[in-house]
């Protein structure tokens, strides 16, 4: 007479062992010729997944529930630009009149910044390579201080020249743009690019 005790899986007769370990197989987990063996998870990878679903609970409840922490690198990213939009900039911070500086440091100034950045295109001594003559009369966006300096801060795209305002301090743009109008202008250059733009006596 069989009784519900000849179906419970875990009686010792059940189960077949593995010939090495005498430990217990499991049955119908077989693959390639490997069998299984009934091991207990160790208690400290237990422990880390009852953790894991402890820590799945908290970050639920945290950011979806109560929404406490930013979960999207979006809403991260708005935050950060609305402080920096709080935030005066360098350029804005910089106040000082646009006025032709004249004195033997501001020029030696202009003169290293056009060296380091602006000869590259005008050559060293202005006479103009991919850029135009520095060094004529004739002026494509105008001849004024204010109008050097606007090319000089905004670049003019369309033929290749980048705004450096946010590459060289408005101080230093007004020293390269005074060393223009105060030593290059009406200087001779070995191989003076033609002219381009309009004539400004």
């Known amino acids: 007479?069989?009784?519900?005790?000849?179906?419970?899986?875990?009686?010792?007769?059940?189960y077949e062992n593995d010939t090495l370990t005498n430990k217990h197989l499991l049955a119908e987990h077989e693959y390639d010729g490997i069998r299984e063996l009934d091991n207990k998870m160790p208690f400290?990878?237990?422990?880390?997944?009852?953790?894991?679903?402890?820590?799945?609970?908290?970050?639920l409840v945290r950011f979806f529930i109560f929404k406490s922490e930013d979960l999207y690198q979006l809403a991260e990213y708005n935050k950060e630009v609305a402080k920096a939009g709080e935030r005066p900039s360098a350029a804005g911070s910089e106040t000082f009149e646009i006025v032709l500086l004249?004195?033997?440091?501001?020029?030696?100034?202009g003169k290293e910044?056009?060296?380091?950045?602006?000869a590259v295109c005008h050559m060293a001594?202005?006479?103009?390579?991919?850029?135009?003559?520095?060094?004529?009369?004739?002026?494509?966006h105008g001849n004024t201080l204010e109008d050097i300096m606007n090319v000089i801060s905004n670049g003019v795209i369309e033929k290749g020249m980048i705004p450096y305002k946010d590459q060289i301090s408005a101080q230093k743009r007004l020293e390269v743009a005074s060393y223009i109008l105060a030593r290059l202008q009406g200087s001779t250059p070995a191989n003076p690019k033609e002219p381009q733009g309009d004539l400004y006596e």
């Open 1 to 14: 007479m069989t009784t519900e005790k000849d179906f419970l899986p875990n009686r010792e007769e059940d």
């Open 44 to 59: 400290w990878l237990r422990w880390l997944f009852y953790l894991s679903i402890l820590f799945a609970i908290v970050y």
């Open 102 to 109: 004249e004195d033997d440091a501001s020029l030696a100034s």
């Open 113 to 118: 910044t056009w060296e380091k950045t602006c």
């Open 125 to 140: 001594d202005g006479g103009g390579l991919v850029g135009p003559n520095m060094t004529d009369k004739y002026w494509i």
